[in-house]
């Protein structure tokens, strides 16, 4: 009988750490939505980067602004957020500076409380959860 009962604590002994366990992963790594939150967000700035380097090539070879998304790439899919499947939003502020604006669904992080996370392009590229517009030169600022 008693080593039935050295089994059952030993069962219970190993349950405990292994809620302890998860319980303290939840906590390093924030709950899966807030994961999912960033990776979408994550996808949304590198669509975004890449409407940027369009819009910038575009005005490097005709030194005009394109004055819509689908004037840069009619075919291309990167001005569609991946989740809402919406446009991202554009606009033309100068002569040689646009905007680009999107949904984020979480505040971009450096890194999670885990360290695993890195916020991709640079800190040129954080914003706060919500609605957030980028304005950006097509021209580096060393020109």
Known sequence: MSERKGVRALAAGVT??????VALGLWAMGPPSHQRALRLDSARVGQIYSLHSM????????????S???EVDPNSVDWLDPVSG??????VTG???????ATFDAAS?????S???VFPR???WKHPAGRFCFDRPVKPATE
């Open 16 to 21: 405990v750490a292994m809620v302890i366990a």
């Open 115 to 117: 360290g695993l996370y």
């Open 95 to 101: 002569p040689e500076s646009f905007r680009l604006c």
């Open 109 to 113: 992080e450096d890194t999670d409380r």
């Open 68 to 70: 819509t998304l689908a």
């Open 55 to 66: 819009v910038v090539l575009r005005y490097a070879t005709k030194k005009t602004m394109p």
């Open 86 to 91: 919406q446009p991202f939003e554009y606009s």
């Open 122 to 124: 640079g800190a040129e």
